[in-house]
């Protein structure tokens, strides 16, 4: 098919992936009304056209803690990327390595920290949930130090997983999910010889490496929802703010008091998210809560937010809401179930893309400049 916008790889991930597979990406929590919201409002943001401005020299690059970037944007943590392509954790972040962009490895992810960070051009990010087991995380965090990680984003929405039907229903979960799983596996040969053959091991590196056994797809969810913490209190946060040395980002801020503790906290950064609409349904869309969240914290700390970018855009647009960054999750699922590294670089290029023709047509000649005068 042809491919020219991120929602072009929504549509050949479906077709290439087996359902359990594609719907865990796609779906969000109860009646996915947040998820909906996520992309509705955002797109309802209205930008001020302007003319003869003079922006033929566009700077698209953003800094934070140091590091460059090429564009404004993050490949965030997405849970068992592996599964979506071949290893796909170490296709994700090469891809982001060669676009000039930072990637963040999530907890549970196929592919281990070291395995990874040795074949990436360029240092990973690293995310890390609040778990029960105190000791995989210290063990982990050590582990991330080892690999030359500098930045630690700390994942801070899920006390508890989300009530998600569409796992119910896929395979995901529930109800003779192997099974199920094993069958919509045989109907996409492709994905079934590339990933579930040639992809192996298929368990949570992280996870396996610390328990010393593998901890696969069947336990994933057992394993998960007995180990989210729900006494996490920011307690937690001075706790790993003492062992972590590098910058310390809290993901999944979703009101100004939090993004103010946050500060209080020692936290370098928040992510402005409501984990893409997979935890609490009803809660407000990242676009909405932005802005206050942006003026109660000032230049206190980098303010990056996920949830519902689908364009470069949309990237403009929460740029302009009090952004300083954008993290990309599902955008980056669907190219690499699509195509793998290769789909991951096109997107980021079509995004590039996209992002320079919002700038040229609102007379913006770099990124660090936008702001509230970008708005209707």
Known sequence: MIISSIGDYREAARRRLPRFLFDYIDGGAYAEETLRANVADLSGIRLRQRVLRSVGELDLSAEWFGERAALPVILGPVGLTGMFARRGEVQ????AAKMGAPYVLSTVSICSIEEVASQCARPIWFQLYVLKDRGF?????ERAQAAGVRTLVFTVDLPTPGARYRDAHSGMSGPYAA????????ARPAWAFDVGWRG???DLGNVSRYLGKAVGLTDYIGWLSANMDPTIGWADIE????FWKGPLVVKGILDAEDARDAVRFGAD????????GRQLDGVPSTASALPAIADAVGTDLVVFVDS????GLDVLRMLALGARGVLLGRAAAFALGAAGQAGVERMLRILRDELRVAMTLTGLSAVSKAGRDLLV
Do not use: F
């Open 92 to 95: 994700t972040a090469s891809a």
């Open 137 to 141: 995380m210290r063990h982990v965090l």
């Open 179 to 186: 099974q199920r799983r094993l069958l919509q596996a045989m």
């Open 200 to 202: 192996r091991p298929h």
């Open 239 to 242: 706790w790993i703010r003492e």
């Open 269 to 276: 950064g928040i992510v402005v998210s409501n984990h893409g």
């Open 308 to 311: 519902g970018v689908r364009s």
